[in-house]
T-cell receptor
């Protein structure tokens, strides 16, 4: 089965450090989403790309977060500087659109702890 | 802004019971609605996807219904098993051209042997 690969699976870092999370979408999928999951807020959309172009990053704190898709096989989410409130699980999902048919596959997530 | 609500937040049932999970959404202009399962510490697994033109979808012991006009969906699980214990998330894809998913906060289901 094709899958979305996220690295690292777990990350513990000190406040103020830069964090980079990576996602390898499924080959052939043209959309990539970044979500953050916390107990309080649930799943929140941070940013998404279609055909590598950023379409919406309104859910992302722009002063410290950035999302890029340097090529079709890699999407990155960076936090600089990181803060304890950024502790969460970050999910990447890739999706396809074929006519009126849509599909999404989620990665296993990166569990980030900022101390 | 689309908002998705799931009730109840948690549910505990004995093995073998049939159960219903509820999902409501505020904006009926959706492309589709999807039910996901999430096991502790894991990612999301898609269970059922209902297109906006459909009323229900079935997969094994799972049946999901959609009433777009009233902004409601239900996930029916027949003959529940301990292996069904997980968090169930409802997500809607909003209308327009952005294909975003808006999630509810989920229902934590525990099926007791």
């Amino acid at each position: 089965d094709a899958r979305v690969t996220q690295t690292p699976r777990h990350k513990v870092t000190e406040m103020g450090q830069e964090v980079t999370m990576r996602c390898q979408p499924i080959l052939g999928h043209n959309t990539v989403f970044w979500y953050r999951q916390t107990m309080m807020q649930g799943l929140e959309l941070l940013a998404y790309f279609r055909n590598r172009a950023p379409l919406d990053d309104s859910g992302m704190p722009k002063d410290r977060f950035s999302a890029e898709m340097p090529d079709a096989t890699l999407a990155t989410l960076k936090i600089q500087p990181s803060e304890p409130r950024d502790s969460a699980v970050y999910f990447c999902a890739s999706g396809f659109e074929r006519g009126s048919d849509y599909g999404y596959t989620f990665g296993s997530g990166t569990r980030l702890t900022v101390v | 802004k689309q908002e998705v609500t799931q009730i109840p937040a948690a549910l505990s049932v004995p093995e073998g019971e049939n159960l219903v999970l509820n999902c409501s959404f505020t904006d009926s202009a959706i492309y589709n609605l999807q039910w996901f399962r999430q096991d502790p510490g894991k990612g999301l697994t898609s269970l059922l996807l209902i297109q906006s033109s459909q009323r229900e979808q079935t997969s094994g012991r799972l049946n999901a219904s959609l009433d777009k006009s009233s902004g409601r969906s239900t996930l029916y699980i027949a003959a529940s098993q301990p292996g069904d214990s997980a968090t169930y998330l409802c997500a809607v894809m909003s209308g327009g051209s952005n294909y975003k998913l808006t999630f509810g906060k989920g229902t934590l289901l525990t099926v007791n042997p």
